[in-house]
């Protein structure tokens, strides 16, 4: 590898997913292992802003794979999006010489990040940490698969006080504007029915769905909804189908932001390495203004006009299946 970069910083912004600490224990150590000096900036864009940016090494990040969060903390930085913001980050990076940059986060990171490149010139890449997995061009966004996985052992718990008392429960799971958690929760804890953003559902149809699993001898039922869905909220979808139909004893659980915490799964810790790698050897092979990550098992670079004015869309395929399966 050829480049006259010498010093990249790394920091984590927006919300924070598992497997981020496994991100930013890649990069550092990636960095180590090209002779390429690293730094961390605390607390996103205002760290950059602020100046809170402190040298690493590869013992800075030991121990660290296996917790959630991120040690580099994360915050939304609104001055970021001024000029005058955008200004000091650059004057702060220029003062120690530092010649790249590497996020961690979602969308509104990355515009960040492609607004600066921009203004400035520095070359950057963007991790896909977040656990909504809305990001196109790749398969999985760093932080999905272990919300998934916490949605999933909330709702078996769910079920079996669903069960001991014969009710109808809405869970309601994050996503953001994306229902990936919600479609593969629902089918891997066996919901009747799921209803996500992308998709409209009737509440008498719902009520249809549920009225066939009463007459099935179901003794108890599921209903996993994504936030900031078309229907409505989980609450309204709850009442609705309460006032058209009153023999439900109904229950509403909302998970919240237990989904972003915990330890990581395997997938996104090795997911999470395999980008914060390739991420500081893509910068060294002149690769910037990009957000990197896996499709088809392979390192690919995603430009900002893609994933900025695409969605990852879910596949008719996972809908079906969840339709057979809710009977």
């Not at 912004?13 to 497997?19: E, K, L, Q, R």
């Not at 900036?41 to 040298?55: A, F, P, Q």
């Not at 961690?104 to 492609?114: A, C, E, K, V």
């Not at 549920?210 to 989980?234: F, Y």
Request: glycine fraction near 10%; hydrophobic fraction near 40%; include cysteine.
């Amino acid at each position: 590898m050829s480049s006259e970069i010498k010093k990249i910083a790394v920091f984590t912004s927006g919300g924070d997913a598992p497997g981020m600490n496994a991100g930013i224990r890649a990069v550092v150590r990636a960095c180590v292992y090209h002779n390429i000096e690293v730094f961390g900036v605390y607390r996103g864009y205002d760290g950059l802003i602020e100046n809170d940016i402190v040298k690493l090494n590869a013992r800075s990040v030991s121990n660290i794979i296996q917790r959630g969060g991120t040690i580099l903390k994360s915050a939304r930085c609104d001055e970021f999006r001024t000029p005058e913001g955008r200004q000091k980050a650059y004057e702060n990076l220029k003062n120690r010489n530092i010649d790249a940059l590497i996020a961690i986060g979602g969308n509104g990171t990355f515009t960040g990040l492609h607004v600066f490149y921009e203004q400035f010139g520095i070359p950057a890449i963007c991790l896909p940490g977040t656990i909504d997995n809305d990001l196109p061009g790749m398969d999985y966004t760093i932080g999905y698969d272990t919300a998934t996985n916490t949605a999933v052992e909330a709702i078996d718990k769910i079920r079996d006080t669903a069960l001991s008392h014969n009710r109808l429960f809405f869970i309601e799971v994050m996503g953001r504007h994306s229902g990936y958690i919600a479609i593969n929760s629902g089918i891997a804890g066996g919901a009747v029915s799921i209803v996500i953003p992308e998709a409209e559902t009737p509440i008498d149809e719902l009520i249809a769905q549920l009225d066939v699993g009463a007459e099935n001898n179901k003794k108890s039922s599921l209903v996993v909804v994504a936030e900031r869905g078309q229907s409505g909220s989980v609450w309204e979808i709850a009442d609705q189908v309460k006032e058209k139909a009153p023999y439900y004893d109904i229950k509403v659980t909302i998970l919240g932001h237990l989904q972003r915490g915990g330890s990581p799964t395997y997938f996104d810790r090795v997911l999470a390495s395999r980008l914060g790698v390739a991420a500081v050897e893509g910068l060294l092979e002149g690769k910037k203004d990009v957000m990197i990550g896996v499709k088809d098992n392979q390192i690919v670079y995603v430009d900002f006009d893609r994933v900025n004015n695409q969605r990852h869309e879910i596949d008719d395929e996972s809908l079906r299946l969840a339709k057979i399966l809710s009977i």
